[in-house]
């Protein structure tokens, strides 16, 4: 029986409830597994002073897991080195903070090829392979050179750069030829899909045909965009655990007369946790008459410890905190609560059903599940309102959020007043439509679209490739 291969950087707990600190990927792939059933294959985490390891089987449920142990020269290159410190902050515009170390892009190429010939040495004829984000883009490549010529997937869980920042690195034409050992390429969203046909237009003089297929170096690929999401029911059941409700009483209790902003994020630049202070800060500046009626409770979920802008950013986080509540808290008021603990996915559900809004506010992301799991997790009698960054993936769908800027703090700052006042009738008319767009895109819909696409028998194939 033909078997689902996933294939991400890391391989999550299937059974964990620990939410965004593993990320919207982890998430993702654990529920979409968990219907279908499969493989997993992944890095273990773990380091091993022994170079790459072989796969280690292990079984949960219908889920085989393979995990690899990766060398601490590649942990250091590959995955603190090429995805953490070059791709992830340019292709989220930090070029300010990109690396273009030559010796990262050749460990990044040396695990994919580990996990090509792990792959290779399990694959069988009809197993489609579903690849995901940013770590791996060169692992299709990889696999049809070891004569892997099954149908293989790959999905972009982060923005797709602007072409005139993709082509600072060295290695641009490289990665999107390493595309086109695909047959299927994913995006976030219809943005992220016109940034990458820029690219092709503009430097290799191509085009997408209206189906969105591409021919070129001899293969036919198709993209599209499949914006990914969650399955809102599981969120509105977990908002109904004991677990949850403790942490709804314990939020709510003592707040009576006070509006809860919420944050929950990764500790990452790309989230734009210190403008998003900086907004607050300024809300509190502008309107004297609001502090003691409202609090701003930011999770942070400490992320890729071991690169040093991470500890920089995490550093001046709980100084800025420190100083908001220096400068304006009182004996009966905490303006901001800042944790950096991880909370379960049904502990969240009950955070985000007692927060009267929800501030969404990063720089640049390729989707924000947090956004989509607040609404689902919303009462629907007295939803909370969604403050939404435009540059977060999800403003494409869930247009009935309030938008800020987040680089404008005094628009943000309105827009915070806008969320505490905003009348009921309002709050439930803009929570239903983004309810109802969550409910029609859901994750099982995300992965059975992108799968139908994959799978489509009837897509002719590149001649070269049909012979
Ligand atoms: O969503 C982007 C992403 O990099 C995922 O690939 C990853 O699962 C998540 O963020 C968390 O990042 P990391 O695995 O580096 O902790």
Not at 70 to 93: D, I, K, M
């Amino acid at each position: 029986m033909p078997r689902l291969i996933v294939v991400s950087n890391r391989v999550a707990d299937i059974h964990s409830s620990n939410a965004a600190s593993s990320g919207g990927l982890a998430m993702a792939m654990a529920g979409a597994l968990k219907e279908e059933g499969g493989v997993w294959l992944g890095w273990s985490g773990e380091t091993s002073d022994d170079g790459d390891g072989p796969p280690q089987f292990s079984t949960v449920d219908n889920v085989t897991l393979a995990k690899i142990d990766l060398s601490r020269q590649h942990v250091e290159e590959y995955y603190n080195g090429y995805a953490n410190r070059t791709l992830w902050p340019l292709f989220h515009h930090r070029t300010d903070l990109t690396s273009y170390e030559q010796s990262f892009s050749e460990s990044y190429l040396d695990v994919n090829r580990t996990f090509a010939q792990a792959i290779r040495s399990f694959v069988k004829p009809g197993d489609v392979i579903w690849v995901q984000d940013y770590h791996l883009i060169p692992l299709g490549r990889e696999l049809r050179a070891l004569g892997v010529d099954n149908r293989i997937g790959f999905f972009l869980h982060i923005p797709w750069p602007a072409r005139e920042l993709f082509v600072t690195l060295p290695q641009h034409s490289d990665l999107v030829w390493s595309l086109f050992g695909y047959d299927l390429v994913g995006f976030q969203t219809e943005k992220d899909l016109m940034a990458f046909r820029d690219y092709f237009q503009t430097e290799l003089k191509t085009q997408q045909d209206d189906e969105g297929l591409i021919d070129l170096f001899g293969r036919r690929l198709l993209a599209r965009s499949y914006p990914i999401s969650i399955n809102p029911s599981e969120m509105a059941e977990l908002s109904n655990t004991e677990t949850a409700a403790n942490s709804f009483r314990r939020m709510r209790e003592g707040n009576e007369e006070c509006k809860i902003l919420l944050g929950v994020d990764r500790i990452d630049y790309s989230k734009g946790l210190p403008n998003k202070f900086a907004a607050y800060n300024r809300f509190l500046e502008r309107f004297p008459e609001r502090r003691g009626t409202a609090k701003l409770l930011q999770i942070g979920q400490p992320s890729r410890s071991l690169v040093e802008e991470y500890q920089d950013l995490g550093e001046e986080l709980m100084a800025e905190a420190g100083r908001i509540n220096g400068r304006f808290g009182r004996l009966d008021w905490t303006p901001l609560s800042y944790h950096t603990q991880s909370y379960g996915r049904d502990a969240l559900a009950g955070i985000y059903r007692a927060a009267d809004a929800c501030l969404v506010t990063p720089l640049r992301d390729g989707m924000n599940l947090v956004a989509k799991e607040f609404v689902a997790a919303q009462d629907p009698a007295d939803p909370g309102v969604l403050l939404l960054s435009r540059f977060a993936g999800a403003a494409e769908q869930l247009t009935e959020a309030v938008f800020v800027n987040p680089y404008d703090k005094e628009q943000t700052a309105e827009a915070i007043v806008q969320a505490i006042d905003m009348p009921l009738d309002e709050r439930q008319d803009r929570w239903r439509a983004m309810f109802d767009t969550i409910s029609r895109s859901s994750l099982t819909a995300w992965k059975n679209n992108f799968m139908a696409d994959l799978k489509n028998e009837d897509r002719p194939e590149t001649p070269d490739r049909a012979e």
